[in-house]
């Protein structure tokens, strides 16, 4: 009988540090939608804090580590830190325009991309589950766009745009792990490049000065990003998988609650039922 290399692997420890995870997630939705509401800054600003926030402490931890930050794959870092970055700020565009619930609903569309992307990049042969549940996120993203009208549909759009380009991001992660490239690297990289776009996008369109009104929101959105991530990482290395990634979608259930409490957000049944949908494919297509 073999001893696990973790006490705590496959126990509700994972569980438990997933359901935290989602809920700072929930709450970064929260500070991203406040930041935007209450001092007007627009989605490049709130992207570049996010970032720049990661970027420092991830950064600033590494080298007190004496972590070697060289890498022999500049180029495939180059391109997923590009297409995380691209995704990151189309995802901020969204939560600012469209209720928590859909705005994370359509993020977590990222899990049916990846499907997508591993079968047609990765030539991966999908087995009975994996085909219903791109076919089932499919039919819950034509019931949650069918009810959009007017300027939603362009937000509708970008949030579908970005999960279907984090899930090439998630892909080029697979990748570089492949490689050998350390998550802390890769996240480091990302966190670079986001924080040099989002920085001259921000300077191109106009930098509002920080205020004490407005820090406490800015630093409430890099803390509670980056507090997921780790209680995530943590998640997947000592729960059970199938677990982790189903309890993953209390975000969207978090952010459902928030949108109700704190913004007065009032979905339709038919939003509700294609985001159902939609989350019953991302935890099918998990079960592999």
Known sequence: MTTPTNPNQGSFFGSFYMVLASLAFALMLVFIKLSGQKFGMSTYEITFWRVAFSLVVLGGFSWIKGRDFRTRYPKEHFWRSLAGSVALLMNFYVVLHLPLATASTLQNTSAIFLGLLSITILKQKPNKITWFSLILGFVGVVILLKPTTGGDTFAMLMGLMSGA???????QVRELSLL???AWRIVFYFSLLSTIISGVLAWWFGFRA?????????????????????????????????????LSYMTVVFALVFGIVLFDEVLS???????GIIVLSGILSGKK
Do not use: N
């Open 180 to 182: 050998g490239e350390p």
């Open 269 to 275: 049944w038919q939003v509700l039922l294609g985001i």
């Open 165 to 171: 380009i984090s899930g090439y991001a998630y892909l």
């Open 210 to 246: 920080l205020s004490f009104d407005s820090l406490p929101y800015i630093i409430g959105v890099g803390v509670t990003a980056l507090l997921g991530q780790l209680l995530m990482t943590y998640a997947y290395q000592v729960g059970r998988k199938f677990m982790v990634a189903t």
